[in-house]
Each structure stands twice: as C-alpha cells, then as structure tokens.
C-alpha cells in the first residue's frame, strides 16, 4: 500500500492552525479547541471570546470534490429553510461556506448540544418518523446531485475492486469473501430497479439524532447520497425482533403523515444490511494508515478478522436470498460450497426488451 499523502493524515492540522481558520470566519477565539468524536474528517469545538462555541469541521482531502461538498452545504440549508432541525453551515464574510488551510477544505457550523437517544420508544419512533417524511420532501424536490449513489456499483464492486488491488483480504479467503459481497450486489441490483430513490440523509443511525429539550436535532450529513428512502428507517431501527418491527410500524405512521412511503421497498433492507458491511469494511481498509483507525479498530486486518467478515457476508447472502426469494424477487443462486454459480435466475434482458448491457 502506498503511503498517504500527509495532509490526509491531517498532519499539519495543529490547534493553531485550527484556531486560525476559525478566525478567518470572522471569528474572535480565546485559546480553547478540542476534538470532537470523528475518524473520517476532523472536528473540533472552538470557543469564541464571547463565550459562545462553533464547530470546526475539515474534510478528509480525496473524498470529496468542492462541489459534492457544496451540495451537502446546499441540501443543508434548503432543509433549514423549511424548518427542518439541523446544523446548518456559517457563512465566511464573503458569503462562502467553504474554505481551504494547507490544502484541507473546511466549514464552520453553530454547536447544536444534545444526546444521542440509546434507543426509540413509540413515541420518539414516531416523531422520528414525521421528521424523517419532512426531510424527505425537501430531498426529493431537488433532483440533482453529483453524490455517489447507494447501490451494489459503488457500496460493492467498487470497493472489491479497491481490495483486490491492495491484497487487503487474505488469499484463503478472498474467493469466498468476494463471492458472497457479489452476490449481494447481484440481489441489491434487481431490488434497486423496483424503488425510486432521491437523496437522502444515508446514515441516519441514533448517533446521528441529538435529542434535546424533547426536540430532535439531525447531524453529520457527510454521507447525504442518493439512494431509496428505506435505508433512512433501517438504519435508526437496525434490529429483525418482533419489538423492533413494530416501532418500525410507528415510524412509518408518523412519516406517512407527511409522505407516502413505497412499503415493498422494506424488502430492500436486507441487501442494503449487506452494502453497509462491505462498504464498512473498505472503509477501514481505506483508512488503515491512519493511526487513529489502528487505535480505534486493533483487531482489523488479522486473519480472524477476515475470517468473521466473510462468514457474516455469507450469512448474509442467505437472508437476502431467501427474504428475496419469499417476495418473488428474482436473483442469483450462488454455491457456497464449490465457488460456482450454479444458475442466474433471470437477467435484465427477461424484465426489459430494450435492455442493454453497459459493456
């Protein structure tokens, strides 16, 4: 693996320089910042000479273009607009939003304080859920978004790609790693051509919802994308027991207040559990030379690691399979046991006359 550039390291990044992009805001700081909880970017709590705090957010340079960034800042301030609580994006004295320090682009927001809800009871399961179908109007009226979508292209085959290249996963188990995340594309391909999707908040899990005061406040929209409506239930509600399908029921009577919802896409819910562990995985493959991920993750990389990774793949290969199956939803037979594809159900071609393949 070739050896990160520094400024992804955030190597130049020291409290002073933080302190004087905060300052290039328009902003007076007393001497105090410090970092908040985040591995992907870098952010920081700022005091202000008046006592008052803002948040210093710096992207992780590579990830994003300026404009995919903009959008985010963008998406951020339509849903503000229409009264939609979260952490909007300060203006610089020029009226931009986004600025560069040694290379590293960055944002200045107020601090929104809070808690993160351990779990949802009915009634936060439903105001959630109000909230969420809110959101969702404002998302879908705007259509256009340079963002990488939620789909088996970019959540798997890319980043199997990005594996292979770096010899990431070990050879005794590549072949069956890589079979199963396959495989689980191959499902979530045909399942994506039967929903419509828009953007979306796309990783709307209960760290990501403050609750304070009795009022929800929604956070960190660094992975907003387009994608299917479900994955913003899944995610706050994860679990498969009967408790957590009936708040999923609740969710959706509060969100169904001010949105209809496609009830057949729940079938989705399954393979996007699977995109989400691949793309989790690569993630921390990805980010692997930066010492704060080896602190964070010790036992990622090891053989046992990859081991756990490819069994829970193959588990979940088998729910999407049969939860596919139980819809009508055609897919790919896979052979767990030999490596072979014993039988491609149906393709494209049977479903669309006009179909053709990209290649």
Known sequence: MSPAAPTDLFLDLTPERVLDAVEAGGLRCNNLCYPLNSFENRVYEVELTDGNRVVAKFYRPGRWREQQILEEHRFLRQLDEADIPVCTVRPFPDGSTLKQIDNIYYSLSDRRGGRAPDELDASLARRLGMLVGRLHNVAAADPDSDRRPIDGEHFIRRPLAWLEEHRSVPQALEERYFRAAEGIAEYADRLFLQVDTHRIHGDLHLGNVLLRDNRFNLLDFDDMAPGPAV??????????????????????????QFRLFDRSSLRLIEALRGLRLVRYAVWLARRWHDPAFKSGWPHFGTFEYWEGETRDLEDQLE????????????????????????EELLSNKDYFFDWEDDS
């Open 231 to 256: 994955q913003d239930l899944w995610l706050a509600l994860p679990g498969r027991d009967e408790e957590t399908l009936r708040l999923r029921e609740v969710f959706l009577s509060g969100y169904e």
């Open 319 to 342: 729910v999407v399979r049969k939860e596919s199956e139980a819809t009508g939803v055609p897919g790919v037979i896979v052979d767990l046991d030999n490596g072979t594809k014993a």
